[in-house]
């Protein structure tokens, strides 16, 4: 089985079938721009124009940058308010004509480190943070996912907390390495103090230049980069198609 994986992200929509045991892309990435806004129509057209430059795939993983249940996109913080309530995996499945699997982007991301990255061979609760347009989260207890955390919104003084240390506002404040740093750990400090996490493993596009913050956070929690980097989400979108086309193979096998 061979499995087109494709990240829909704030800037990007990228995509490139992978190999889901090794958890390597099989292909270099396509990339087009996120359209904006990013309603509904555009980017279930950019998700179509990723996968025309793909062959050979039997089904496909999809991210999504907001909480997805039972294939439908229930928020929508960083993309177009269409997506509140859109019947995503049905509308990709249409156009795609292959199974489609939808999935929070930093779940996925988290599922792709857990199992060949940052986080692999770790038990307890591991948590997965991108930084990037908004702040993701996923946990992981014992390597299985709790789906659909939004942590990334708790309040930190008064403040949504991506709208303090996401790397969208370290850019568009200006902000210097130490004062981002500053605020970054003043969020992860309040995760750790609910949570008490083993890990923190932090991805999204800063995660390449981890040298410059890592050392100025003041976290008690042990943190790592995310060492899938860029790939990380479309990795991790396949890897659940995957799981879920064994699944269904399953339900078929036991039906007949
Ligand atoms: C969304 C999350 C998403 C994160 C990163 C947040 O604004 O609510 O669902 O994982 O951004 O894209």
């Given at each position: ?8 992200g704030g800037s990007g929509v990228k995509g490139a079938r992978v190999d889901t ?176 996490p083993r890990l923190f493993i932090i991805g999204g596009g800063v995660s390449k ?8 956070l003041e976290v008690r929690t042990p943190i790592v980069a995310a060492t899938l ?28």
């Open positions: 089985m061979t499995i087109l994986g494709i990240d829909i045991v090794r958890g390597e892309l099989l292909d270099e990435r396509f990339r087009v721009p996120t359209p904006q806004p990013a309603d509904v129509d555009s980017v279930v057209d950019a998700v179509a124009e990723v996968a025309a430059q793909f062959e050979g795939f039997d089904s496909v993983g999809v991210t999504f940058p907001g909480v997805v249940v039972d294939g439908v996109t229930r928020t929508a913080a960083n993309v177009h308010k269409s997506w509140i309530d859109a019947p995503a995996a049905e509308l990709f499945r249409e156009r795609l004509g292959k199974p489609v699997t939808v999935l929070n982007d930093a779940d996925a991301a988290g599922a792709a480190e857990v199992a060949f990255g940052a986080g692999r061979d770790q038990s307890g609760l591991i948590m997965m943070v991108t930084l990037g347009t908004g702040i993701g989260t996923a946990l992981f207890l014992d390597g299985v996912l709790l789906p659909n955390t939004e942590l990334g919104h708790l309040e930190i003084d008064g403040k949504d907390a991506e709208l303090l240390a996401s790397d969208r506002i370290r850019e568009s404040e200006d902000l210097s390495w130490e004062k981002w740093a500053h605020r970054v750990s003043k969020y992860l400090r309040h995760v750790e103090m609910l949570l008490a230049k981890s040298e410059k913050y890592f050392p100025l980097l860029n790939n990380a989400g479309i990795i991790g979108a396949a890897v659940s198609a995957s799981q879920a086309l064994t699944l269904d193979t399953m339900t078929a096998g036991q039906a007949g």
